[in-house]
């Protein structure tokens, strides 16, 4: 079965301070994982996914997350926060990198930035 | 590329009384979800179509839940009859199959 444990269920950070939002997953295969964000009243917008090729992967708006095997976690960070960021985030875990299927979310993290 | 509709974007109704939600995805997209979104937690999957076959409804509680997509395209979720607990927010994503879903802004469901 697939699980994904997102480790803080609130996070609050100054506007410029780094961002850290943790995530650990559980998979019996291969798995894809992605970081998505809601903000408030505004549907689900994906800012990067991971499907097995580099394990650091690149998103929008300057995100960014390492997929670690050996750990079994998929961080998401953020060097600087910007008041645009507060939101809420979810990590999310399926098999297969072609058609998606069933996501399998966490419970998701709010972030709220500080001026 | 215009994204996901979905209408209508707020409904409150009371309890026992039945709702209709609609989807339309994104051109193309041949791959539907619906999804539940209580809130403070992440979206559930409640029904997955591959064209207007159904995939994957294990979590759809079909004796008040119903959905279909005839002809491929838009797709209609049902309620009949509606409980205090289905309150939530009801998402529709649609997938092209190069590994992304894409969600419509949602229909907030209060039953009262």
């Known amino acids: 079965a697939q699980s994904v444990t997102q480790l803080d269920s609130h996070v609050s950070v100054s506007e410029g301070t780094p961002v850290l939002l943790r995530c650990n997953y559980s998979?019996?295969?291969?798995?894809?994982l992605f970081w998505y964000v809601q903000h408030p009243n505004k549907g689900l917008q994906l800012l990067l996914k991971?499907?097995?090729?580099?394990?650091l992967v690149k998103g929008i708006n300057g995100f960014e997350a390492e997929f670690k095997k050996s750990e079994t976690s998929f961080h998401l960070t953020k060097p600087s926060a910007h008041m645009s960021d507060a939101a809420e985030y979810f990590c999310?875990?399926?098999?297969?990198?072609?058609?998606?299927?069933?996501?399998?979310f966490g419970q998701g993290t709010t972030l709220q930035v500080k001026p | 590329e215009a994204g996901v509709a979905q209408s209508p974007r707020y409904k409150i109704i009371e309890k026992r009384q039945s709702v209709a939600f609609w989807c339309n995805p994104i051109s193309g997209h041949a791959t539907l979800y619906w999804y539940q979104q209580i809130l403070g937690q992440g979206p559930k999957l409640l029904i997955q179509f591959q064209n207007n076959g159904v995939v994957d409804d294990s979590q759809l509680p079909k004796d008040r839940f119903s959905a279909e997509r005839l002809k491929g395209v838009d797709s209609t979720l049902k309620i009949q009859p509606a409980k205090l607990e289905d309150s939530a927010v009801y998402l529709c994503?649609?997938?092209?199959?190069?590994?992304?879903?894409?969600f419509g802004p949602g229909t907030r469901l209060t039953v009262t």
């Open positions: 991971y499907t097995s090729a580099a394990t």
């Open positions: 998979s019996s295969y291969s798995p894809s």
């Open positions: 994503a649609s997938d092209g199959g190069v590994g992304e879903q894409y």
């Open positions: 999310v875990v399926t098999h297969g990198s072609g058609n998606t299927g069933k996501l399998i």
